[in-house]
């Protein structure tokens, strides 16, 4: 057990809906990162949070936004769904810099 | 832009074998990096890590040999077992000031055969 949240486990939506991925970082840790895994695109960053505050953004689109709220724990917001954004979304924290980031047990979203 | 590439995409070795998986990197801002070995349904743990300033660096039967001039890096599991079996990650990331995101290499599926 990593000691990183993430809920749902699996959550299956419909195309346009909007989903919310929730993430409880290990205990003491500031930063939260969000991942994508799909097959054709492998484990992609999306976006970086440390404090409450964005610090960095990878491929994310526009459709998807995040926030990291004042008890740090996070949750990354889905739009305007399509089939392609099926995939595992994992959450992972670190306690700052280039420390061992620990990953969640991920997200598995299915849009039907 | 791909920054980390990885190989092979899938591996089979006997048990008691030795495992090699290998990463080049683009970017020389790196130093730091971590291998990754994710079984099925669950995330990615780390497994060992790297930083430049050292050749090689070893935590009982995985190391991890690190060539800074040539901008490449290899995980070795020695004696492999059959719950090795799973898809091993390398990544790289670079020091910023609050945190790191990592850049990951495609992942290696290994097989340890019995």
């Known amino acids: 057990d990593s000691g990183v949240t993430q809920t749902p486990k699996h959550l299956i939506t419909a195309t346009g809906q909007r989903v919310t991925l929730r993430c409880s970082p290990r205990s003491g840790d500031l930063s939260v990162y969000w991942y994508q895994q799909s097959l054709d695109q492998g484990l992609q960053f999306l976006i970086q949070y440390y404090n409450g505050e964005e610090r960095a953004k990878g491929n994310i689109l526009e459709r998807f936004s995040a926030q990291q709220f004042p008890d740090l724990h996070s949750e990354l917001n889905l739009s305007s769904l399509e089939l392609g954004d099926s995939a595992l979304y994992f959450c992972a924290s670190s306690a700052g810099v280039l420390t061992e980031a620990f990953f969640g047990q991920g997200t598995r979203l299915t849009v039907v | 832009q791909q920054q980390v590439k990885q190989s092979p995409q899938s591996l089979i070795v006997q048990k008691g074998g030795i495992s090699i998986i290998n990463c080049a990197y683009e970017n020389t801002a790196f130093d730091y990096f971590p291998w990754y070995q994710q079984f099925p349904g669950k995330g990615p743990a780390l497994l060992i890590a790297i930083r430049p300033d050292v050749s090689e660096k070893k935590e009982g039967r995985f190391t991890i040999s690190f060539n800074k001039s040539a901008k490449q890096f290899s995980l070795h599991i020695m004696d492999s077992q059959p719950g090795d079996s799973a898809t091993y990650f390398c990544?790289?990331?670079?020091?910023?000031?609050?945190?790191?995101?990592?850049?990951f290499g495609e992942g290696t599926q290994l097989t340890v055969n019995p």
């Open positions: 990544a790289a990331s670079m020091r910023e000031t609050s945190g790191s995101r990592l850049t």
